[in-house]
């Protein structure tokens, strides 16, 4: 069989063995993962002004490489990514998520089964509120809570202001509950040059370091406030803040969507792709590969789901549940059972289709990392 596994060709993902894996199969590179997590350590500064969000890996693996590097910290978005972390080693742990129905019991189970686990979430409501001090209170427990500020997203959080006020306090005087800071998430600061960037995240900033700083006078504790993803992550790092604290997630496995969308995150690399098999040609110019929109995330617009690096020509013109079909001058190359590496647009859902990752090391396969955290719950 014509294995398309040169090492000219495939560089950096280079894997020995590629023909005893199954495809379509999520691909880790350690040594890049390495990387990533080293590169995001240097622009922090240090370990103690990190908080990861584990979303992008969902793996164990992953948060015990974290916790070796002294990353103490963690933000998650849902109950199985936070009993993976704990179950990992992580003591820090918090949901940037606002718990509402069953979840709120949840968070007060989650307090008993880990009990040495300092435990925070978000929440930005006067209901929820009350619901989940009562939830808490009556179980003898408490849980950190963050007040989710919208700084200009409009997903979810108040903006900073009378109300944002009022919420604070309450959360301050609600038995059960701990004040415990801001949670300022800002995915829609996407302006691709830096400079731009930190124009539009610093005039949010000052409204919210102002706001902190009001609450600070009135009396109630604000010792954090948990600041952006991966694009806004190099830009919060430049400022001197003790309370800040960084979470991207997506740089720890990078993704061709962020890579293009933001050259100063050149500084990442993507440390996960999938390596996919032709499975038909089924005309002159066009190759079937098997890595359909239930092996890599469909949310970027159909035609931009991969990057193919071997086949720089590919146009992707068909995306079905399990066929990628893409028309290249070069299809005569590629015969089924062919295998190539595609890098996602967006990694994060990717690896969300996967029970576990295959990890190189070295161009060899050296282990298997399960995606922990994939599911909705694991036992909570
Ligand atoms: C609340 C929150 N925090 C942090 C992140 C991490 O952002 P990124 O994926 O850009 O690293 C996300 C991403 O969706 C998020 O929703």
Redesign the pocket.
Known sequence: MHMNNDPNRQGRYRIEGADSICSPALVVFRELVEHNLDTMLRVAGSADRLRP?C??TKMAAVAKMLLSKGVSRH?C?TFAEAEMLAGAGARDIFL??NVVGPNIERAAAFLRQFPDVSFAVTADDERSIGHLGEVIASDKQSIGVLLDIDPGRERTGVRVGQRARELYALIDRTPGLRAEGL?L?D?HQRQKDLSERRLAVDAEWRKVAAFRDELLESGHPVPRI?C??????PVYAEIDDPAIEL?????VFHDAG?GEAFPDLEIFTPAAVILTRVVSRPTANRVTFDVGTKAVASDPPMGERVVLPEIPDAVQVVHNEEHLVVETADAARWKPGDLTVVIPRHV?PTVAHYDEAVVIERGTIVDHWPITARGRRITV
């Open positions: 969000h979303k992008t933000k978005a940037g998520y949670h998430y995915g948990v952006g993803g991966t694009p806004t992550f979470s991207p997630g997506t740089c962020y994060c």
